[in-house]
């Protein structure tokens, strides 16, 4: 396999992940928004739980993560390998950050944002970071 190949591989994988990240929240494991689930304030007034604010963050990054994807298609040279490992790294950073530390989800561990969301996007999000790695390490 050529290394060209290779990078069309990482670069469709890219494009995929980013699609998946972007849909799990919302149809996959979906986040308790989707569920009918709300914080009701004191006056009454319906908001979306931490999960539904986290789910929009990850939407966010998953389309970065496509974009990057579509950038490594376009462009294999090595200079735009190094910036795309570097993006995707971060970006991997963020799929688990955002719904872990930045964000949250719901404090129930029985919503289904804690019990399939969560644990699909920290999946997702070191999968995205093991690719922005191997971008950064591959020397050509």
Same mark, same amino acid.
């Given at each position: ?6 990078l ?10 980013g699609?998946?990240?972007?849909l ?11 569920h009918?689930?709300y914080?009701?304030t004191?006056?009454g ?5 931490p ?5 929009? $963050?990850?939407?966010?990054? +998953?389309a970065l993560i /496509?974009v990057a =994807?579509g950038?490594?298609?376009?462009r *294999? ?15 991997g ?8 530390i930045?964000i ?6 029985d919503?289904?944002c804690r019990?399939l969301?969560?644990? $699909?996007l920290?999946?997702? +999000?070191?999968?995205? /970071?093991i690719? =922005?790695?191997?971008l950064?390490?591959k *020397?050509?």
């Amino acid at each position: 396999m050529t290394s060209d190949t290779i990078l069309k591989g990482i670069a469709a994988l890219l494009f995929f992940l980013g699609i998946v990240i972007a849909l799990t929240v919302w149809f996959i494991f979906p986040v308790c928004e989707m569920h009918g689930q709300y914080t009701e304030t004191l006056t009454g007034m319906k908001l979306p739980m931490p999960c539904g604010y986290s789910a929009r $963050a990850e939407t966010g990054i +998953g389309a970065l993560i /496509i974009v990057a =994807g579509g950038l490594l298609m376009a462009r *294999r040279t090595p200079e735009t390998r190094q910036a795309v490992g570097v993006f995707s790294l971060a970006c991997g950073v963020l799929v688990v950050l955002f719904p872990t530390i930045i964000i949250g989800m719901c404090r129930s561990a029985d919503h289904p944002c804690r019990q399939l969301t969560l644990p $699909a996007l920290e999946i997702l +999000g070191v999968v995205v /970071i093991i690719i =922005g790695g191997y971008l950064l390490w591959k *020397r050509e």
